[in-house]
């Protein structure tokens, strides 16, 4: 899509993309990616999944979102990428800048005479404080019940029956599950109140959100980008107003055609890296 034909966005959030695992859905957030202009994208953690990286599984459809990523650089896009719990190998690096790309562990932002708190939300994960190995073998499974997932469906489209999500099932089901997301939410909304701000936006969970919560203290409007697994979700403000944004309802971004090269072949994990390291020196510096 030519850019004059793209959507202009004020602000764009997008969470828990995982490149580099069998759930992620490059191909469909690339053709989101084009279909907008944002004027600042901020990728809030759990991008690329370090976890689990693994040469044998890094297709070009992944790499082209981190070239997209810097193309849009020189496009006067600002650029923020907070690191999460799944690329926390990034937060050696936080406070790196270089042209209009920085990465953080966290972003206030003033939108409209109103602040925003952006973090990833991991801090509030018990399992990552204290049992970060049971964590990464919950990945794993999770992963796993993605790519279980992918062939039911497969089975489900072959008798004319719709897709299913085994894993929002299985969170929608488990009372713990439940209530893990709304204490998730209630904490986060009530350190932004006793930090007077706004409004607080995080991911990590999985699950997207746009509601108020009131407490004793005051109110906040807590947001949740979701993810690009199984949701296909982002957050976007423009013109001073919040929303959840998704794929799956937005037929003009489903229909963008996106070139799909042949997967490159990579010896090591560190090929791969070296590869997102020379795009990222390609980004012009602001003078």
Known sequence: MKKENRRPVDVVVISDVH????????????????????KKLILNGDIID????????????????????TSVLSKKTDVTYITGNHD??????????????KIA????????????????GDVFDVTMQYSKWLAKLGAIGYDTL???NTFVNFLLKMI??????????????????????????????????????DYVVCGHIHQPQMRKIKTSKGEVTYLNSGDWIENLTALEYNNGHWRIYNYREDLIA??????NKKSKTYQTNDDIFNDMVAEFLTIPIKK
């Not at 990034?90 to 790309?101: A, P």
């Not at 085994?166 to 909304?189: C, G, M, P, Q, Y």
């Not at 489903?254 to 070139?259: F, G, V």
Request: aromatic share 12%; charged share 25%; glycine share 6%.
């Open 19 to 38: 490149l580099g695992t069998y759930g992620c859905q490059a191909d469909d957030l690339l053709r989101y990616l084009k279909s907008i202009n944002p």
């Open 254 to 259: 489903q229909a963008i055609e996106i070139n």
């Open 50 to 69: 370090i976890w689990q990286f693994s040469k044998r599984y890094w297709p070009s459809s992944h790499m082209q979102i981190v070239k997209y990523i």
């Open 105 to 120: 562990n966290k972003v206030v932002l003033n939108l409209d005479g109103k602040k925003a708190w952006i973090f990833h």
């Open 160 to 197: 004319g029956k719709g897709k299913i999500s085994l894993s929002k099932r299985i969170k929608d089901s488990v009372k713990t599950a439940v209530k893990f997301i709304d204490d998730f939410e209630n904490t986060a909304a009530d350190i932004a109140i006793d930090n007077d701000y």
């Open 146 to 148: 993605i790519v279980i």
């Open 88 to 101: 926390e190998m990034l937060r050696r690096f936080v406070g790196f800048e270089l042209g209009s790309f």
